[in-house]
C-alpha cells in the first residue's frame, strides 16, 4: 500500500524521484505512492551543465560526453499524484528557472503546488524556517491516507 509513501529529492535526487514516479506511473500500481516532493531540482544536466559551465554549453561536446541525462522535464508530465515544488530563488547551483519549468510541465498532476524561497541551493530549509517546514508538513498530511487506528503521525 503506497497510500504513506511519499517520493522526494532535492537537486540531483529530485531527478531521481522525478523518474522514480514517472517509471511508477507506467507500472499501474493499484496502490501508488500518494505523492512527490521536488526541491531544487533541474530540468536536464545537458542544461544544468550549460548554466553552471557556459564554455562547455556546445551540443557536440555534451552529446559525446555527457553519460547521464536525467531529462527530468521530458517525464514530470508522466506523473499524476500530487506534487509538491519547493525553490530556491538564489540557487547557485541550480537556476531558480529550471524548478519553475519544471512546475509547468507537471501538466498531469492531480494536484501541484510551487513555492518559492529567498534561499540558496543548501540553506532553503534554514532560510525558509517555519515556512517551508510547514509546507512539506501540510503537503504531506493532505495527501497521505490516514490508515484505522493510525494516531496521525506523519514521517
Not at 500518494?34 to 559551465?53: A, K, R
Request: with cysteine; proline share 4%; aromatic share 10%.
Amino acid at each position: 500500500d503506497g497510500s504513506k509513501i511519499v517520493i522526494c529529492g532535492r537537486s540531483l535526487g529530485g531527478a531521481v524521484a522525478i523518474h522514480v514516479a514517472a517509471q511508477l506511473e507506467t507500472m499501474k500500481l493499484e496502490h501508488p505512492p500518494s505523492c512527490v516532493i521536488i526541491e531544487n531540482s533541474f530540468t536536464s544536466i545537458s542544461d544544468l551543465v550549460g548554466f553552471l559551465f557556459p564554455y562547455l554549453n556546445i551540443p557536440f561536446f555534451k552529446e559525446q560526453f555527457l553519460r547521464l541525462r536525467w531529462k527530468s522535464i521530458d517525464h514530470v508530465g508522466k506523473i499524476t499524484v500530487p506534487m509538491l515544488f519547493l525553490a530556491s530563488v538564489h540557487d547557485e547551483i541550480v537556476p531558480f528557472q529550471h524548478m519553475k519549468q519544471l512546475h509547468e510541465a507537471a501538466t498531469s498532476a492531480r494536484a501541484k503546488q510551487f513555492h518559492q524561497f529567498d534561499a540558496m541551493h543548501n540553506d532553503i530549509w534554514v532560510k525558509g524556517g517555519r515556512r517551508y517546514w510547514e509546507h512539506k508538513r501540510t503537503f504531506i498530511q493532505a495527501n497521505t491516507k490516514k490508515r484505522e487506528g493510525d494516531n496521525g503521525e506523519t514521517c
